[in-house]
């Protein structure tokens, strides 16, 4: 398996409160993405980052912020949490990209849940 | 905005049947096309792929076809085992990083 961790693995907030969900590589791939799956939705893409400092939104960006500090580490934030956030988290990490995509390694995933 | 189709969404078949699931995808720039399984309390993983220059590709008993003309792919599934038992995404991507995915398909299968 890659090399990829997310914490926490669960997590209950309440609404209106900012929460911080971590993904931390060891395979040094420059490429890393934060999706959030919901049944019927499949996976979607919030946020992706193509290098340290170097972050842009997905298709599902409102409400999410990012930022990515060093190489391994690439963070997905909540400034106020919504019950509309209670979903699946996947962190995911790729080698290159370029006209023809490659594999994406995912993460166990972080299961939030908004009360 | 572009999108990709997947049916059907759950699929029940027979230890030792075949189990085949179609997607359509509406970008025709789209030029890569991955399968992901995704077991219980797991991220996907990948299983297989096919490029937008191949038609067809077999690992062991798994097969995906691609129809450009037609912008469906398929995989396939034969002689079904429990442990590929599971829910399978398909992603269509145009590179860069615009992969859209599928809704998934549960595919259970009998013992």
């Known amino acids: 398996d890659a090399g990829i961790t997310q914490s926490p693995r669960h997590k209950v907030t309440e609404t209106g409160t900012p929460v911080t969900l971590r993904c931390h590589q060891t395979?040094?791939?420059?490429?890393m993405y934060w999706y959030r799956q919901d049944p019927g939705h499949g996976l979607r893409l919030i946020h992706y980052?193509?290098?340290?400092?170097?972050?842009d939104k997905g298709e599902v960006s409102d409400g999410y912020s990012v930022s990515r500090s060093k190489t391994e580490d690439f963070l997905l934030t909540l400034e106020s949490a919504t019950s509309s956030q209670t979903s699946v988290y996947f962190c995911a990490i790729s080698e290159s990209h370029g006209v023809m995509n490659t594999e994406a390694f995912f993460g166990q995933g972080t299961r939030l849940t908004v009360v | 905005g572009e999108n990709v189709e997947q049916h059907p969404s759950t699929l029940s078949v027979q230890e030792g049947d075949s189990a085949v699931i179609k997607c359509t995808y509406s970008d025709s720039a789209s030029n890569y096309f991955p399968w992901y399984k995704q077991e219980l309390g797991k991220g996907p993983q990948l299983i297989i792929d096919i490029r937008s220059n191949v038609g067809e590709k077999k690992d062991q008993r798994i097969a995906v076809t691609l129809n450009k003309t037609a912008k469906h792919f398929s995989l396939h599934i034969t002689e079904t085992q429990p442990e590929d038992s599971a829910v399978y995404f398909c992603a269509a991507s145009t590179g860069g990083f615009k992969t859209i995915f599928g809704a998934g398909t549960r595919l259970f299968v009998k013992a």
């Open positions: 395979e040094n791939h420059r490429y």
């Open positions: 980052s193509y290098g340290v400092k170097d972050t």
